[in-house]
């Protein structure tokens, strides 16, 4: 099991950016894949981005592709969210999540993903 603990939310104007931070830890890290989600109010748990810890590929949701980053930084245990260009629509609880494994299929859906951070609230307002 891993521990996940999400930071960086706040209330910005449109068109400001954020970054947030999940510090992880536990067992396996080599092999885990952490990914961002978010979740409106009203709506369904919305996949954004995807990384193995030790690198490699990063994946994104079509919605965010050229504006939101996934990144780690090495030096805190953690995997960033830059977000740029925030608009109203981006308001949402975001959350970091965890799951053991590399696979096409799964790395898209928050049910694949055992383990999850508190969330930390993102409010744009225009």
């Known amino acids: 099991q891993m521990q996940l603990v999400e930071s960086g939310g706040g209330s910005v104007r449109a068109g400001e950016s954020l970054r947030l931070s999940c510090v992880v830890s536990?067992?396996?890290?080599?092999?885990?894949?952490v990914g961002w989600f978010r979740q409106a109010p009203g709506k369904e748990r919305e996949f954004l981005a995807a990384?193995?810890?030790?690198?490699?590929?990063?994946h994104y949701a079509d919605s965010v592709k050229g504006r939101f980053a996934i990144s780690r930084d090495m030096g805190r245990d953690s995997i960033d969210l830059q977000m740029n260009s925030l608009t109203p629509q981006d308001t949402a609880i975001y959350y970091c999540?965890?799951?053991?494994?590399?696979?096409?299929?799964?790395?898209?859906?928050?049910?694949?993903?055992?383990?999850w951070g508190q969330g930390t609230q993102v409010t744009v307002f225009s």
């Open positions: 536990g067992r396996s890290l080599s092999s885990a894949v």
């Open positions: 999540a965890a799951r053991q494994g590399w696979d096409t299929t799964k790395y898209y859906s928050a049910n694949n993903y055992p383990d």
């Open positions: 990384r193995l810890w030790i690198g490699g590929t990063n």
